[in-house]
């Protein structure tokens, strides 16, 4: 068990498309032990959501998992810690949904992105069975923030065009500034 260091943005792993896994590396002792320190450095970042290739390994796996009784989330549910393989999205309602995101790989800024509102994700989990889930709202957020990174994409080539500051800025100002408002349709996420 370790914290692995997460790859900040600039370095090459996190713009490359990772790998998928084959059945067999799905069930092999270095990806039991790679989730197990992902889901350590997760913890230890204060994430919501990590990729492979966040800590250095270009590979078609993420994790996520939130619960609701966080103080950092209080209002977004609670979705049990997913481990998700080889994945692949289909959006499923194109209403777009803004959230202010952040990164552990883009730390201390804040950019607001719109994503579809419901996706269907297809993947393999840890024991190499067949899975799907259908998340929406902030969930499908998360999910395509992740999956996001397993196609060497970050958050911020996804923020919004517009007039400026307002759609991106450092951690303190956004706090300062731009926090949401109650009953704005924006929320907020990290990974």
């Keep these: ?5 997460v790859a900040r943005m600039g370095h090459p792993v ?3 498309k990772g790998r ?18 992902m889901i350590e450095t997760m913890d230890e970042y204060g994430g919501i959501g990590l990729a492979a290739p966040q ?8 994790l996520l998992g939130f619960d ?4 950092r989330y209080p209002e977004m549910g609670n979705q049990d810690l997913l481990v998700v393989i080889n994945p692949t999205v289909t959006v499923l309602d194109k209403t777009p949904q803004s959230f202010w995101e952040g990164c552990l790989s883009v730390p201390g800024l804040r950019g607001l992105v719109t994503r579809p509102r419901k996706i269907r994700v297809d993947f393999t989990d840890l024991e190499g069975k067949p899975q799907s889930i259908e998340p929406e709202g902030f969930l499908a957020t998360v999910f395509q923030h992740e999956l996001d990174h397993l196609d060497g994409i970050l958050y911020i080539d996804r923020v919004e065009q517009g007039p400026g500051v307002t759609k ?10 731009l926090t949401p408002e109650p009953g704005d349709e924006v929320g907020e996420m990290d990974d």
């Design 1 to 5: 068990m370790a914290i692995r260091k």
């Design 14 to 16: 996190l713009r490359q």
């Design 20 to 37: 998928k896994l084959s059945a067999k590396e799905i069930q092999s002792p270095e990806i039991r032990q790679l989730v197990t320190d």
């Design 55 to 62: 800590v250095h390994e270009s590979i078609q796996l993420a």
């Design 68 to 71: 609701e009784e966080s103080d």
């Design 168 to 177: 991106f800025a450092f951690q303190e100002e956004y706090d300062r500034y």
